[in-house]
């Protein structure tokens, strides 16, 4: 069973910034489209951001709390998506989930119900 393995995380002071890596565990067709998601306690999960990985095209939330602030690179050799997170806010609190796609997903990208291949979430604890 392909899954996304993810690393990175952790406890930040408010102004800090993260490093969140999104990985798939073996070769998937679907690896076109890779979105990060953000869950907060009691609140529904919510995209924060996508990329093609072919053409490297970016995608963020229109929500000015993140663009900006949030900026992807890629090991595409390694099948590896990379999500630096700057100047964060106590509002960033969150479990993050990555899921993968085909290229068409990323026309949806900010709906989860969208993807089908997730990794298994990291936790991003911002504190003031």
């Known amino acids: 069973q392909v899954q996304l393995v993810q690393f990175g995380g952790g406890s930040v002071q408010a102004g800090g910034s993260v490093w969140l890596s999104c990985a798939a565990s073996q070769y998937i067709s679907s690896w076109e489209c890779v979105a990060w998601f953000r869950q907060a306690p009691g609140k529904e999960r919510e995209g924060v951001a996508a990329?093609?990985?072919?053409?490297?095209?970016?995608?963020?939330a229109d929500s000015d709390s993140v663009k900006g602030r949030f900026t992807f690179s890629q090991d595409n050799a390694n099948s590896t998506v990379f999500l630096l997170m700057n100047s964060l806010n106590p509002e960033d609190t969150a479990i993050y989930y990555c899921a993968a796609g085909t290229s068409a997903t990323c026309a949806g990208w900010y709906w989860p119900s969208t993807f089908f291949v997730w990794g298994q979430g990291t936790q991003v604890t911002v504190s003031s």
């Open positions: 990329v093609l990985t072919r053409s490297g095209r970016s995608f963020y």
